[in-house]
T-cell receptor, first 116, second 113 residues
């Protein structure tokens, strides 16, 4: 059973509008969450992260929100740009127990398409 | 500034053939990982190496073996390839406690016919 789920395989938004990508997790041991962005024929690249002691982290146009009680996080991109079109992966880590390996558990990904 | 380098980028194998996917990192990271990416399944961990000299199974290790040759290199071997192993394979590395997660290679697209 997938411990990290991204229930929307794809999302299409207009340039300049907000993109909201969602992610749910089941393992209450997860204490660190990350978003990765992946372009075709490239490896995923780190985008933004959040620790479980916070509920929001912002970096320029990207904001990640964490709702621990709901085991839910979301990535907001404002304003969306055509260059943001990519696959976005949510990932979670249990640093407290995986400190030796920093293992990440990934969701299935959401393909974002930003239309000009 | 290469980061994580994977070879080859593409490979076609016949069922039953063997091959080794190579991965090297130049960031002096302790931990290295092999993931496979399949549509709708995200990235699933095959094997990882927390530090030089250690390897452990991940979520989907069956049909694979790994070798942590030294701190830089972590190879993935398919002894007898099966069509179910058709996938895109990513190698990654990280430093323990690094809040930026992994650095990924650009992937190897493997097709088993």
């Amino acid at each position: 059973d997938q411990q990290v789920k991204q229930n929307s395989p794809s999302l299409s938004v207009q340039e300049g509008r907000i993109s909201i990508l969602n992610c749910d997790y089941t393992n209450s041991m997860f204490d660190y969450f990350l978003w990765y962005k992946k372009y075709p024929a490239e490896g995923p690249t780190f985008l933004i992260s959040i620790s479980s002691i916070k509920d929001k982290n912002e970096d320029g146009r990207f904001t990640v929100f964490l709702n621990k009680s709901a085991k839910h996080l979301s990535l907001h991109i404002v304003p969306s740009q055509p260059g943001d079109s990519a696959v976005y992966f949510c990932a979670a880590s249990a640093l407290s127990i995986h400190g030796a390996g920093n293992m990440l558990t990934f969701g299935g990904g959401t393909r974002l398409m930003v239309k000009p | 500034n290469a980061g994580v380098t994977q070879t080859p980028k593409f490979q076609v194998l016949k069922t039953g053939q063997s091959m080794t996917l190579q991965c090297a990192q130049d960031m002096n990271h302790n931990s290295m990982y092999w993931y496979r990416q399949d549509p709708g399944m995200g990235l699933r961990l095959i094997y990882y190496s927390a530090s030089e000299g250690t390897t452990d199974k991940g979520e989907v290790p069956n049909g694979y073996n790994v070798s942590r040759l030294n701190k830089r290199e972590f190879s993935l071997r398919l002894e007898s390839a099966a069509p179910s192993q058709t996938s895109v394979y990513f190698c990654a590395s990280s430093e323990r406690g690094n809040n930026y997660g992994y650095t990924f290679g650009s992937g190897t697209r493997l097709t088993v016919v």
